[in-house]
T-cell receptor
Framework: GENVEQHPSTLSVQEGDSAVIKCTYS??????FPWYKQELGKRPQLIID?????GEKKDQRIAVTLNKTAKHFSLHITETQPEDSAVYFC????????????FGSGTRLSIRP | EAGVAQSPRYKIIEKRQSVAFWCNPI?????LYWYQQILGQGPKLLIQ????????DSQLPKDRFSAERLKGVDSTLKIQPAKLEDSAVYLC????????????FGPGTRLTVL
């Protein structure tokens, strides 16, 4: 069945440094790739997404890259700040509104002061 | 605009008991999702509704879980009887019609089965 693998499971970086989280997906029909941030005890919130007709998208300190041939996509956070500490989930889904969204297992990002 | 509402926020039950969760999506959102999030894992889709019809329930353990969305607005998710492994946060999400990829999550219900 469809699967999304996410690495690493935990990541600790120095404040101000960059953080990179990588995901691979198995369903070649996937064409929408969102990233969610979930703070402790709170709901997941969409922070950025990318569609298969785009290779890269940037929003201030956050960027996402997509390689459809290799079926992997990555989240890049630059100039990390303490408030970036959270669990980040990648996900993948197909084009149809009826297609299922599959989440990765999450990356716990900690920013060291 | 008001977000997705869920109740209760917390529930503790003993195994073999029954429990029900309620979700009120954002007004006008046609698509509604129920997810199960076990501690340390990503959300797993249990069921997806489009208006009051089921689009996908392939991962719903139908021997004990049921869900309905009467009138295409509010939804309830029921577990009967509960097992220890059902302990998780149950998240409801909704999407605007035609933009099913943009999901808005509710605060979740944390279920503990003892």
């Amino acid at each position: 069945g469809e699967n999304v693998e996410q690495h690493p499971s935990t990541l600790s970086v120095q404040e101000g440094d960059s953080a990179v989280i990588k995901c691979t997906y198995s369903d070649s029909a996937s064409n929408y790739f969102p990233w969610y941030k979930q703070e402790l005890g709170k709901r997941p919130q969409l922070i950025i997404d990318i569609r298969s007709n785009v290779g890269e998208k940037k929003d201030q300190r956050i960027a996402v890259t997509l390689n459809k041939t290799a079926k992997h996509f990555s989240l890049h956070i630059t100039e990390t700040q303490p408030e970036d500490s959270a669990v980040y989930f990648c996900a993948a889904r197909g084009y149809s509104s009826a297609s299922k969204i599959i989440f990765g297992s999450g990356t716990r990002l900690s920013i060291r002061p | 605009e008001a977000g997705v509402a869920q109740s209760p926020r917390y529930k503790i039950i003993e195994k073999r008991q029954s429990v029900a969760f309620w979700c009120n999506p954002i007004s006008g959102h046609a698509t509604l999702y129920w997810y199960q999030q076990i501690l340390g894992q990503g959300p797993k889709l249990l069921i997806q509704f489009q208006n009051n019809g089921v689009v996908d329930d392939s991962q719903l353990p139908k021997d004990r879980f049921s869900a309905e969305r009467l009138k295409g607005v509010d939804s309830t998710l029921k577990i009967q009887p509960a097992k220890l492994e059902d302990s998780a946060v149950y998240l409801c999400a909704s999407s605007p019609s035609g933009r099913a990829d943009e999901q808005f999550f509710g605060p979740g219900t944390r279920l503990t089965v003892l």
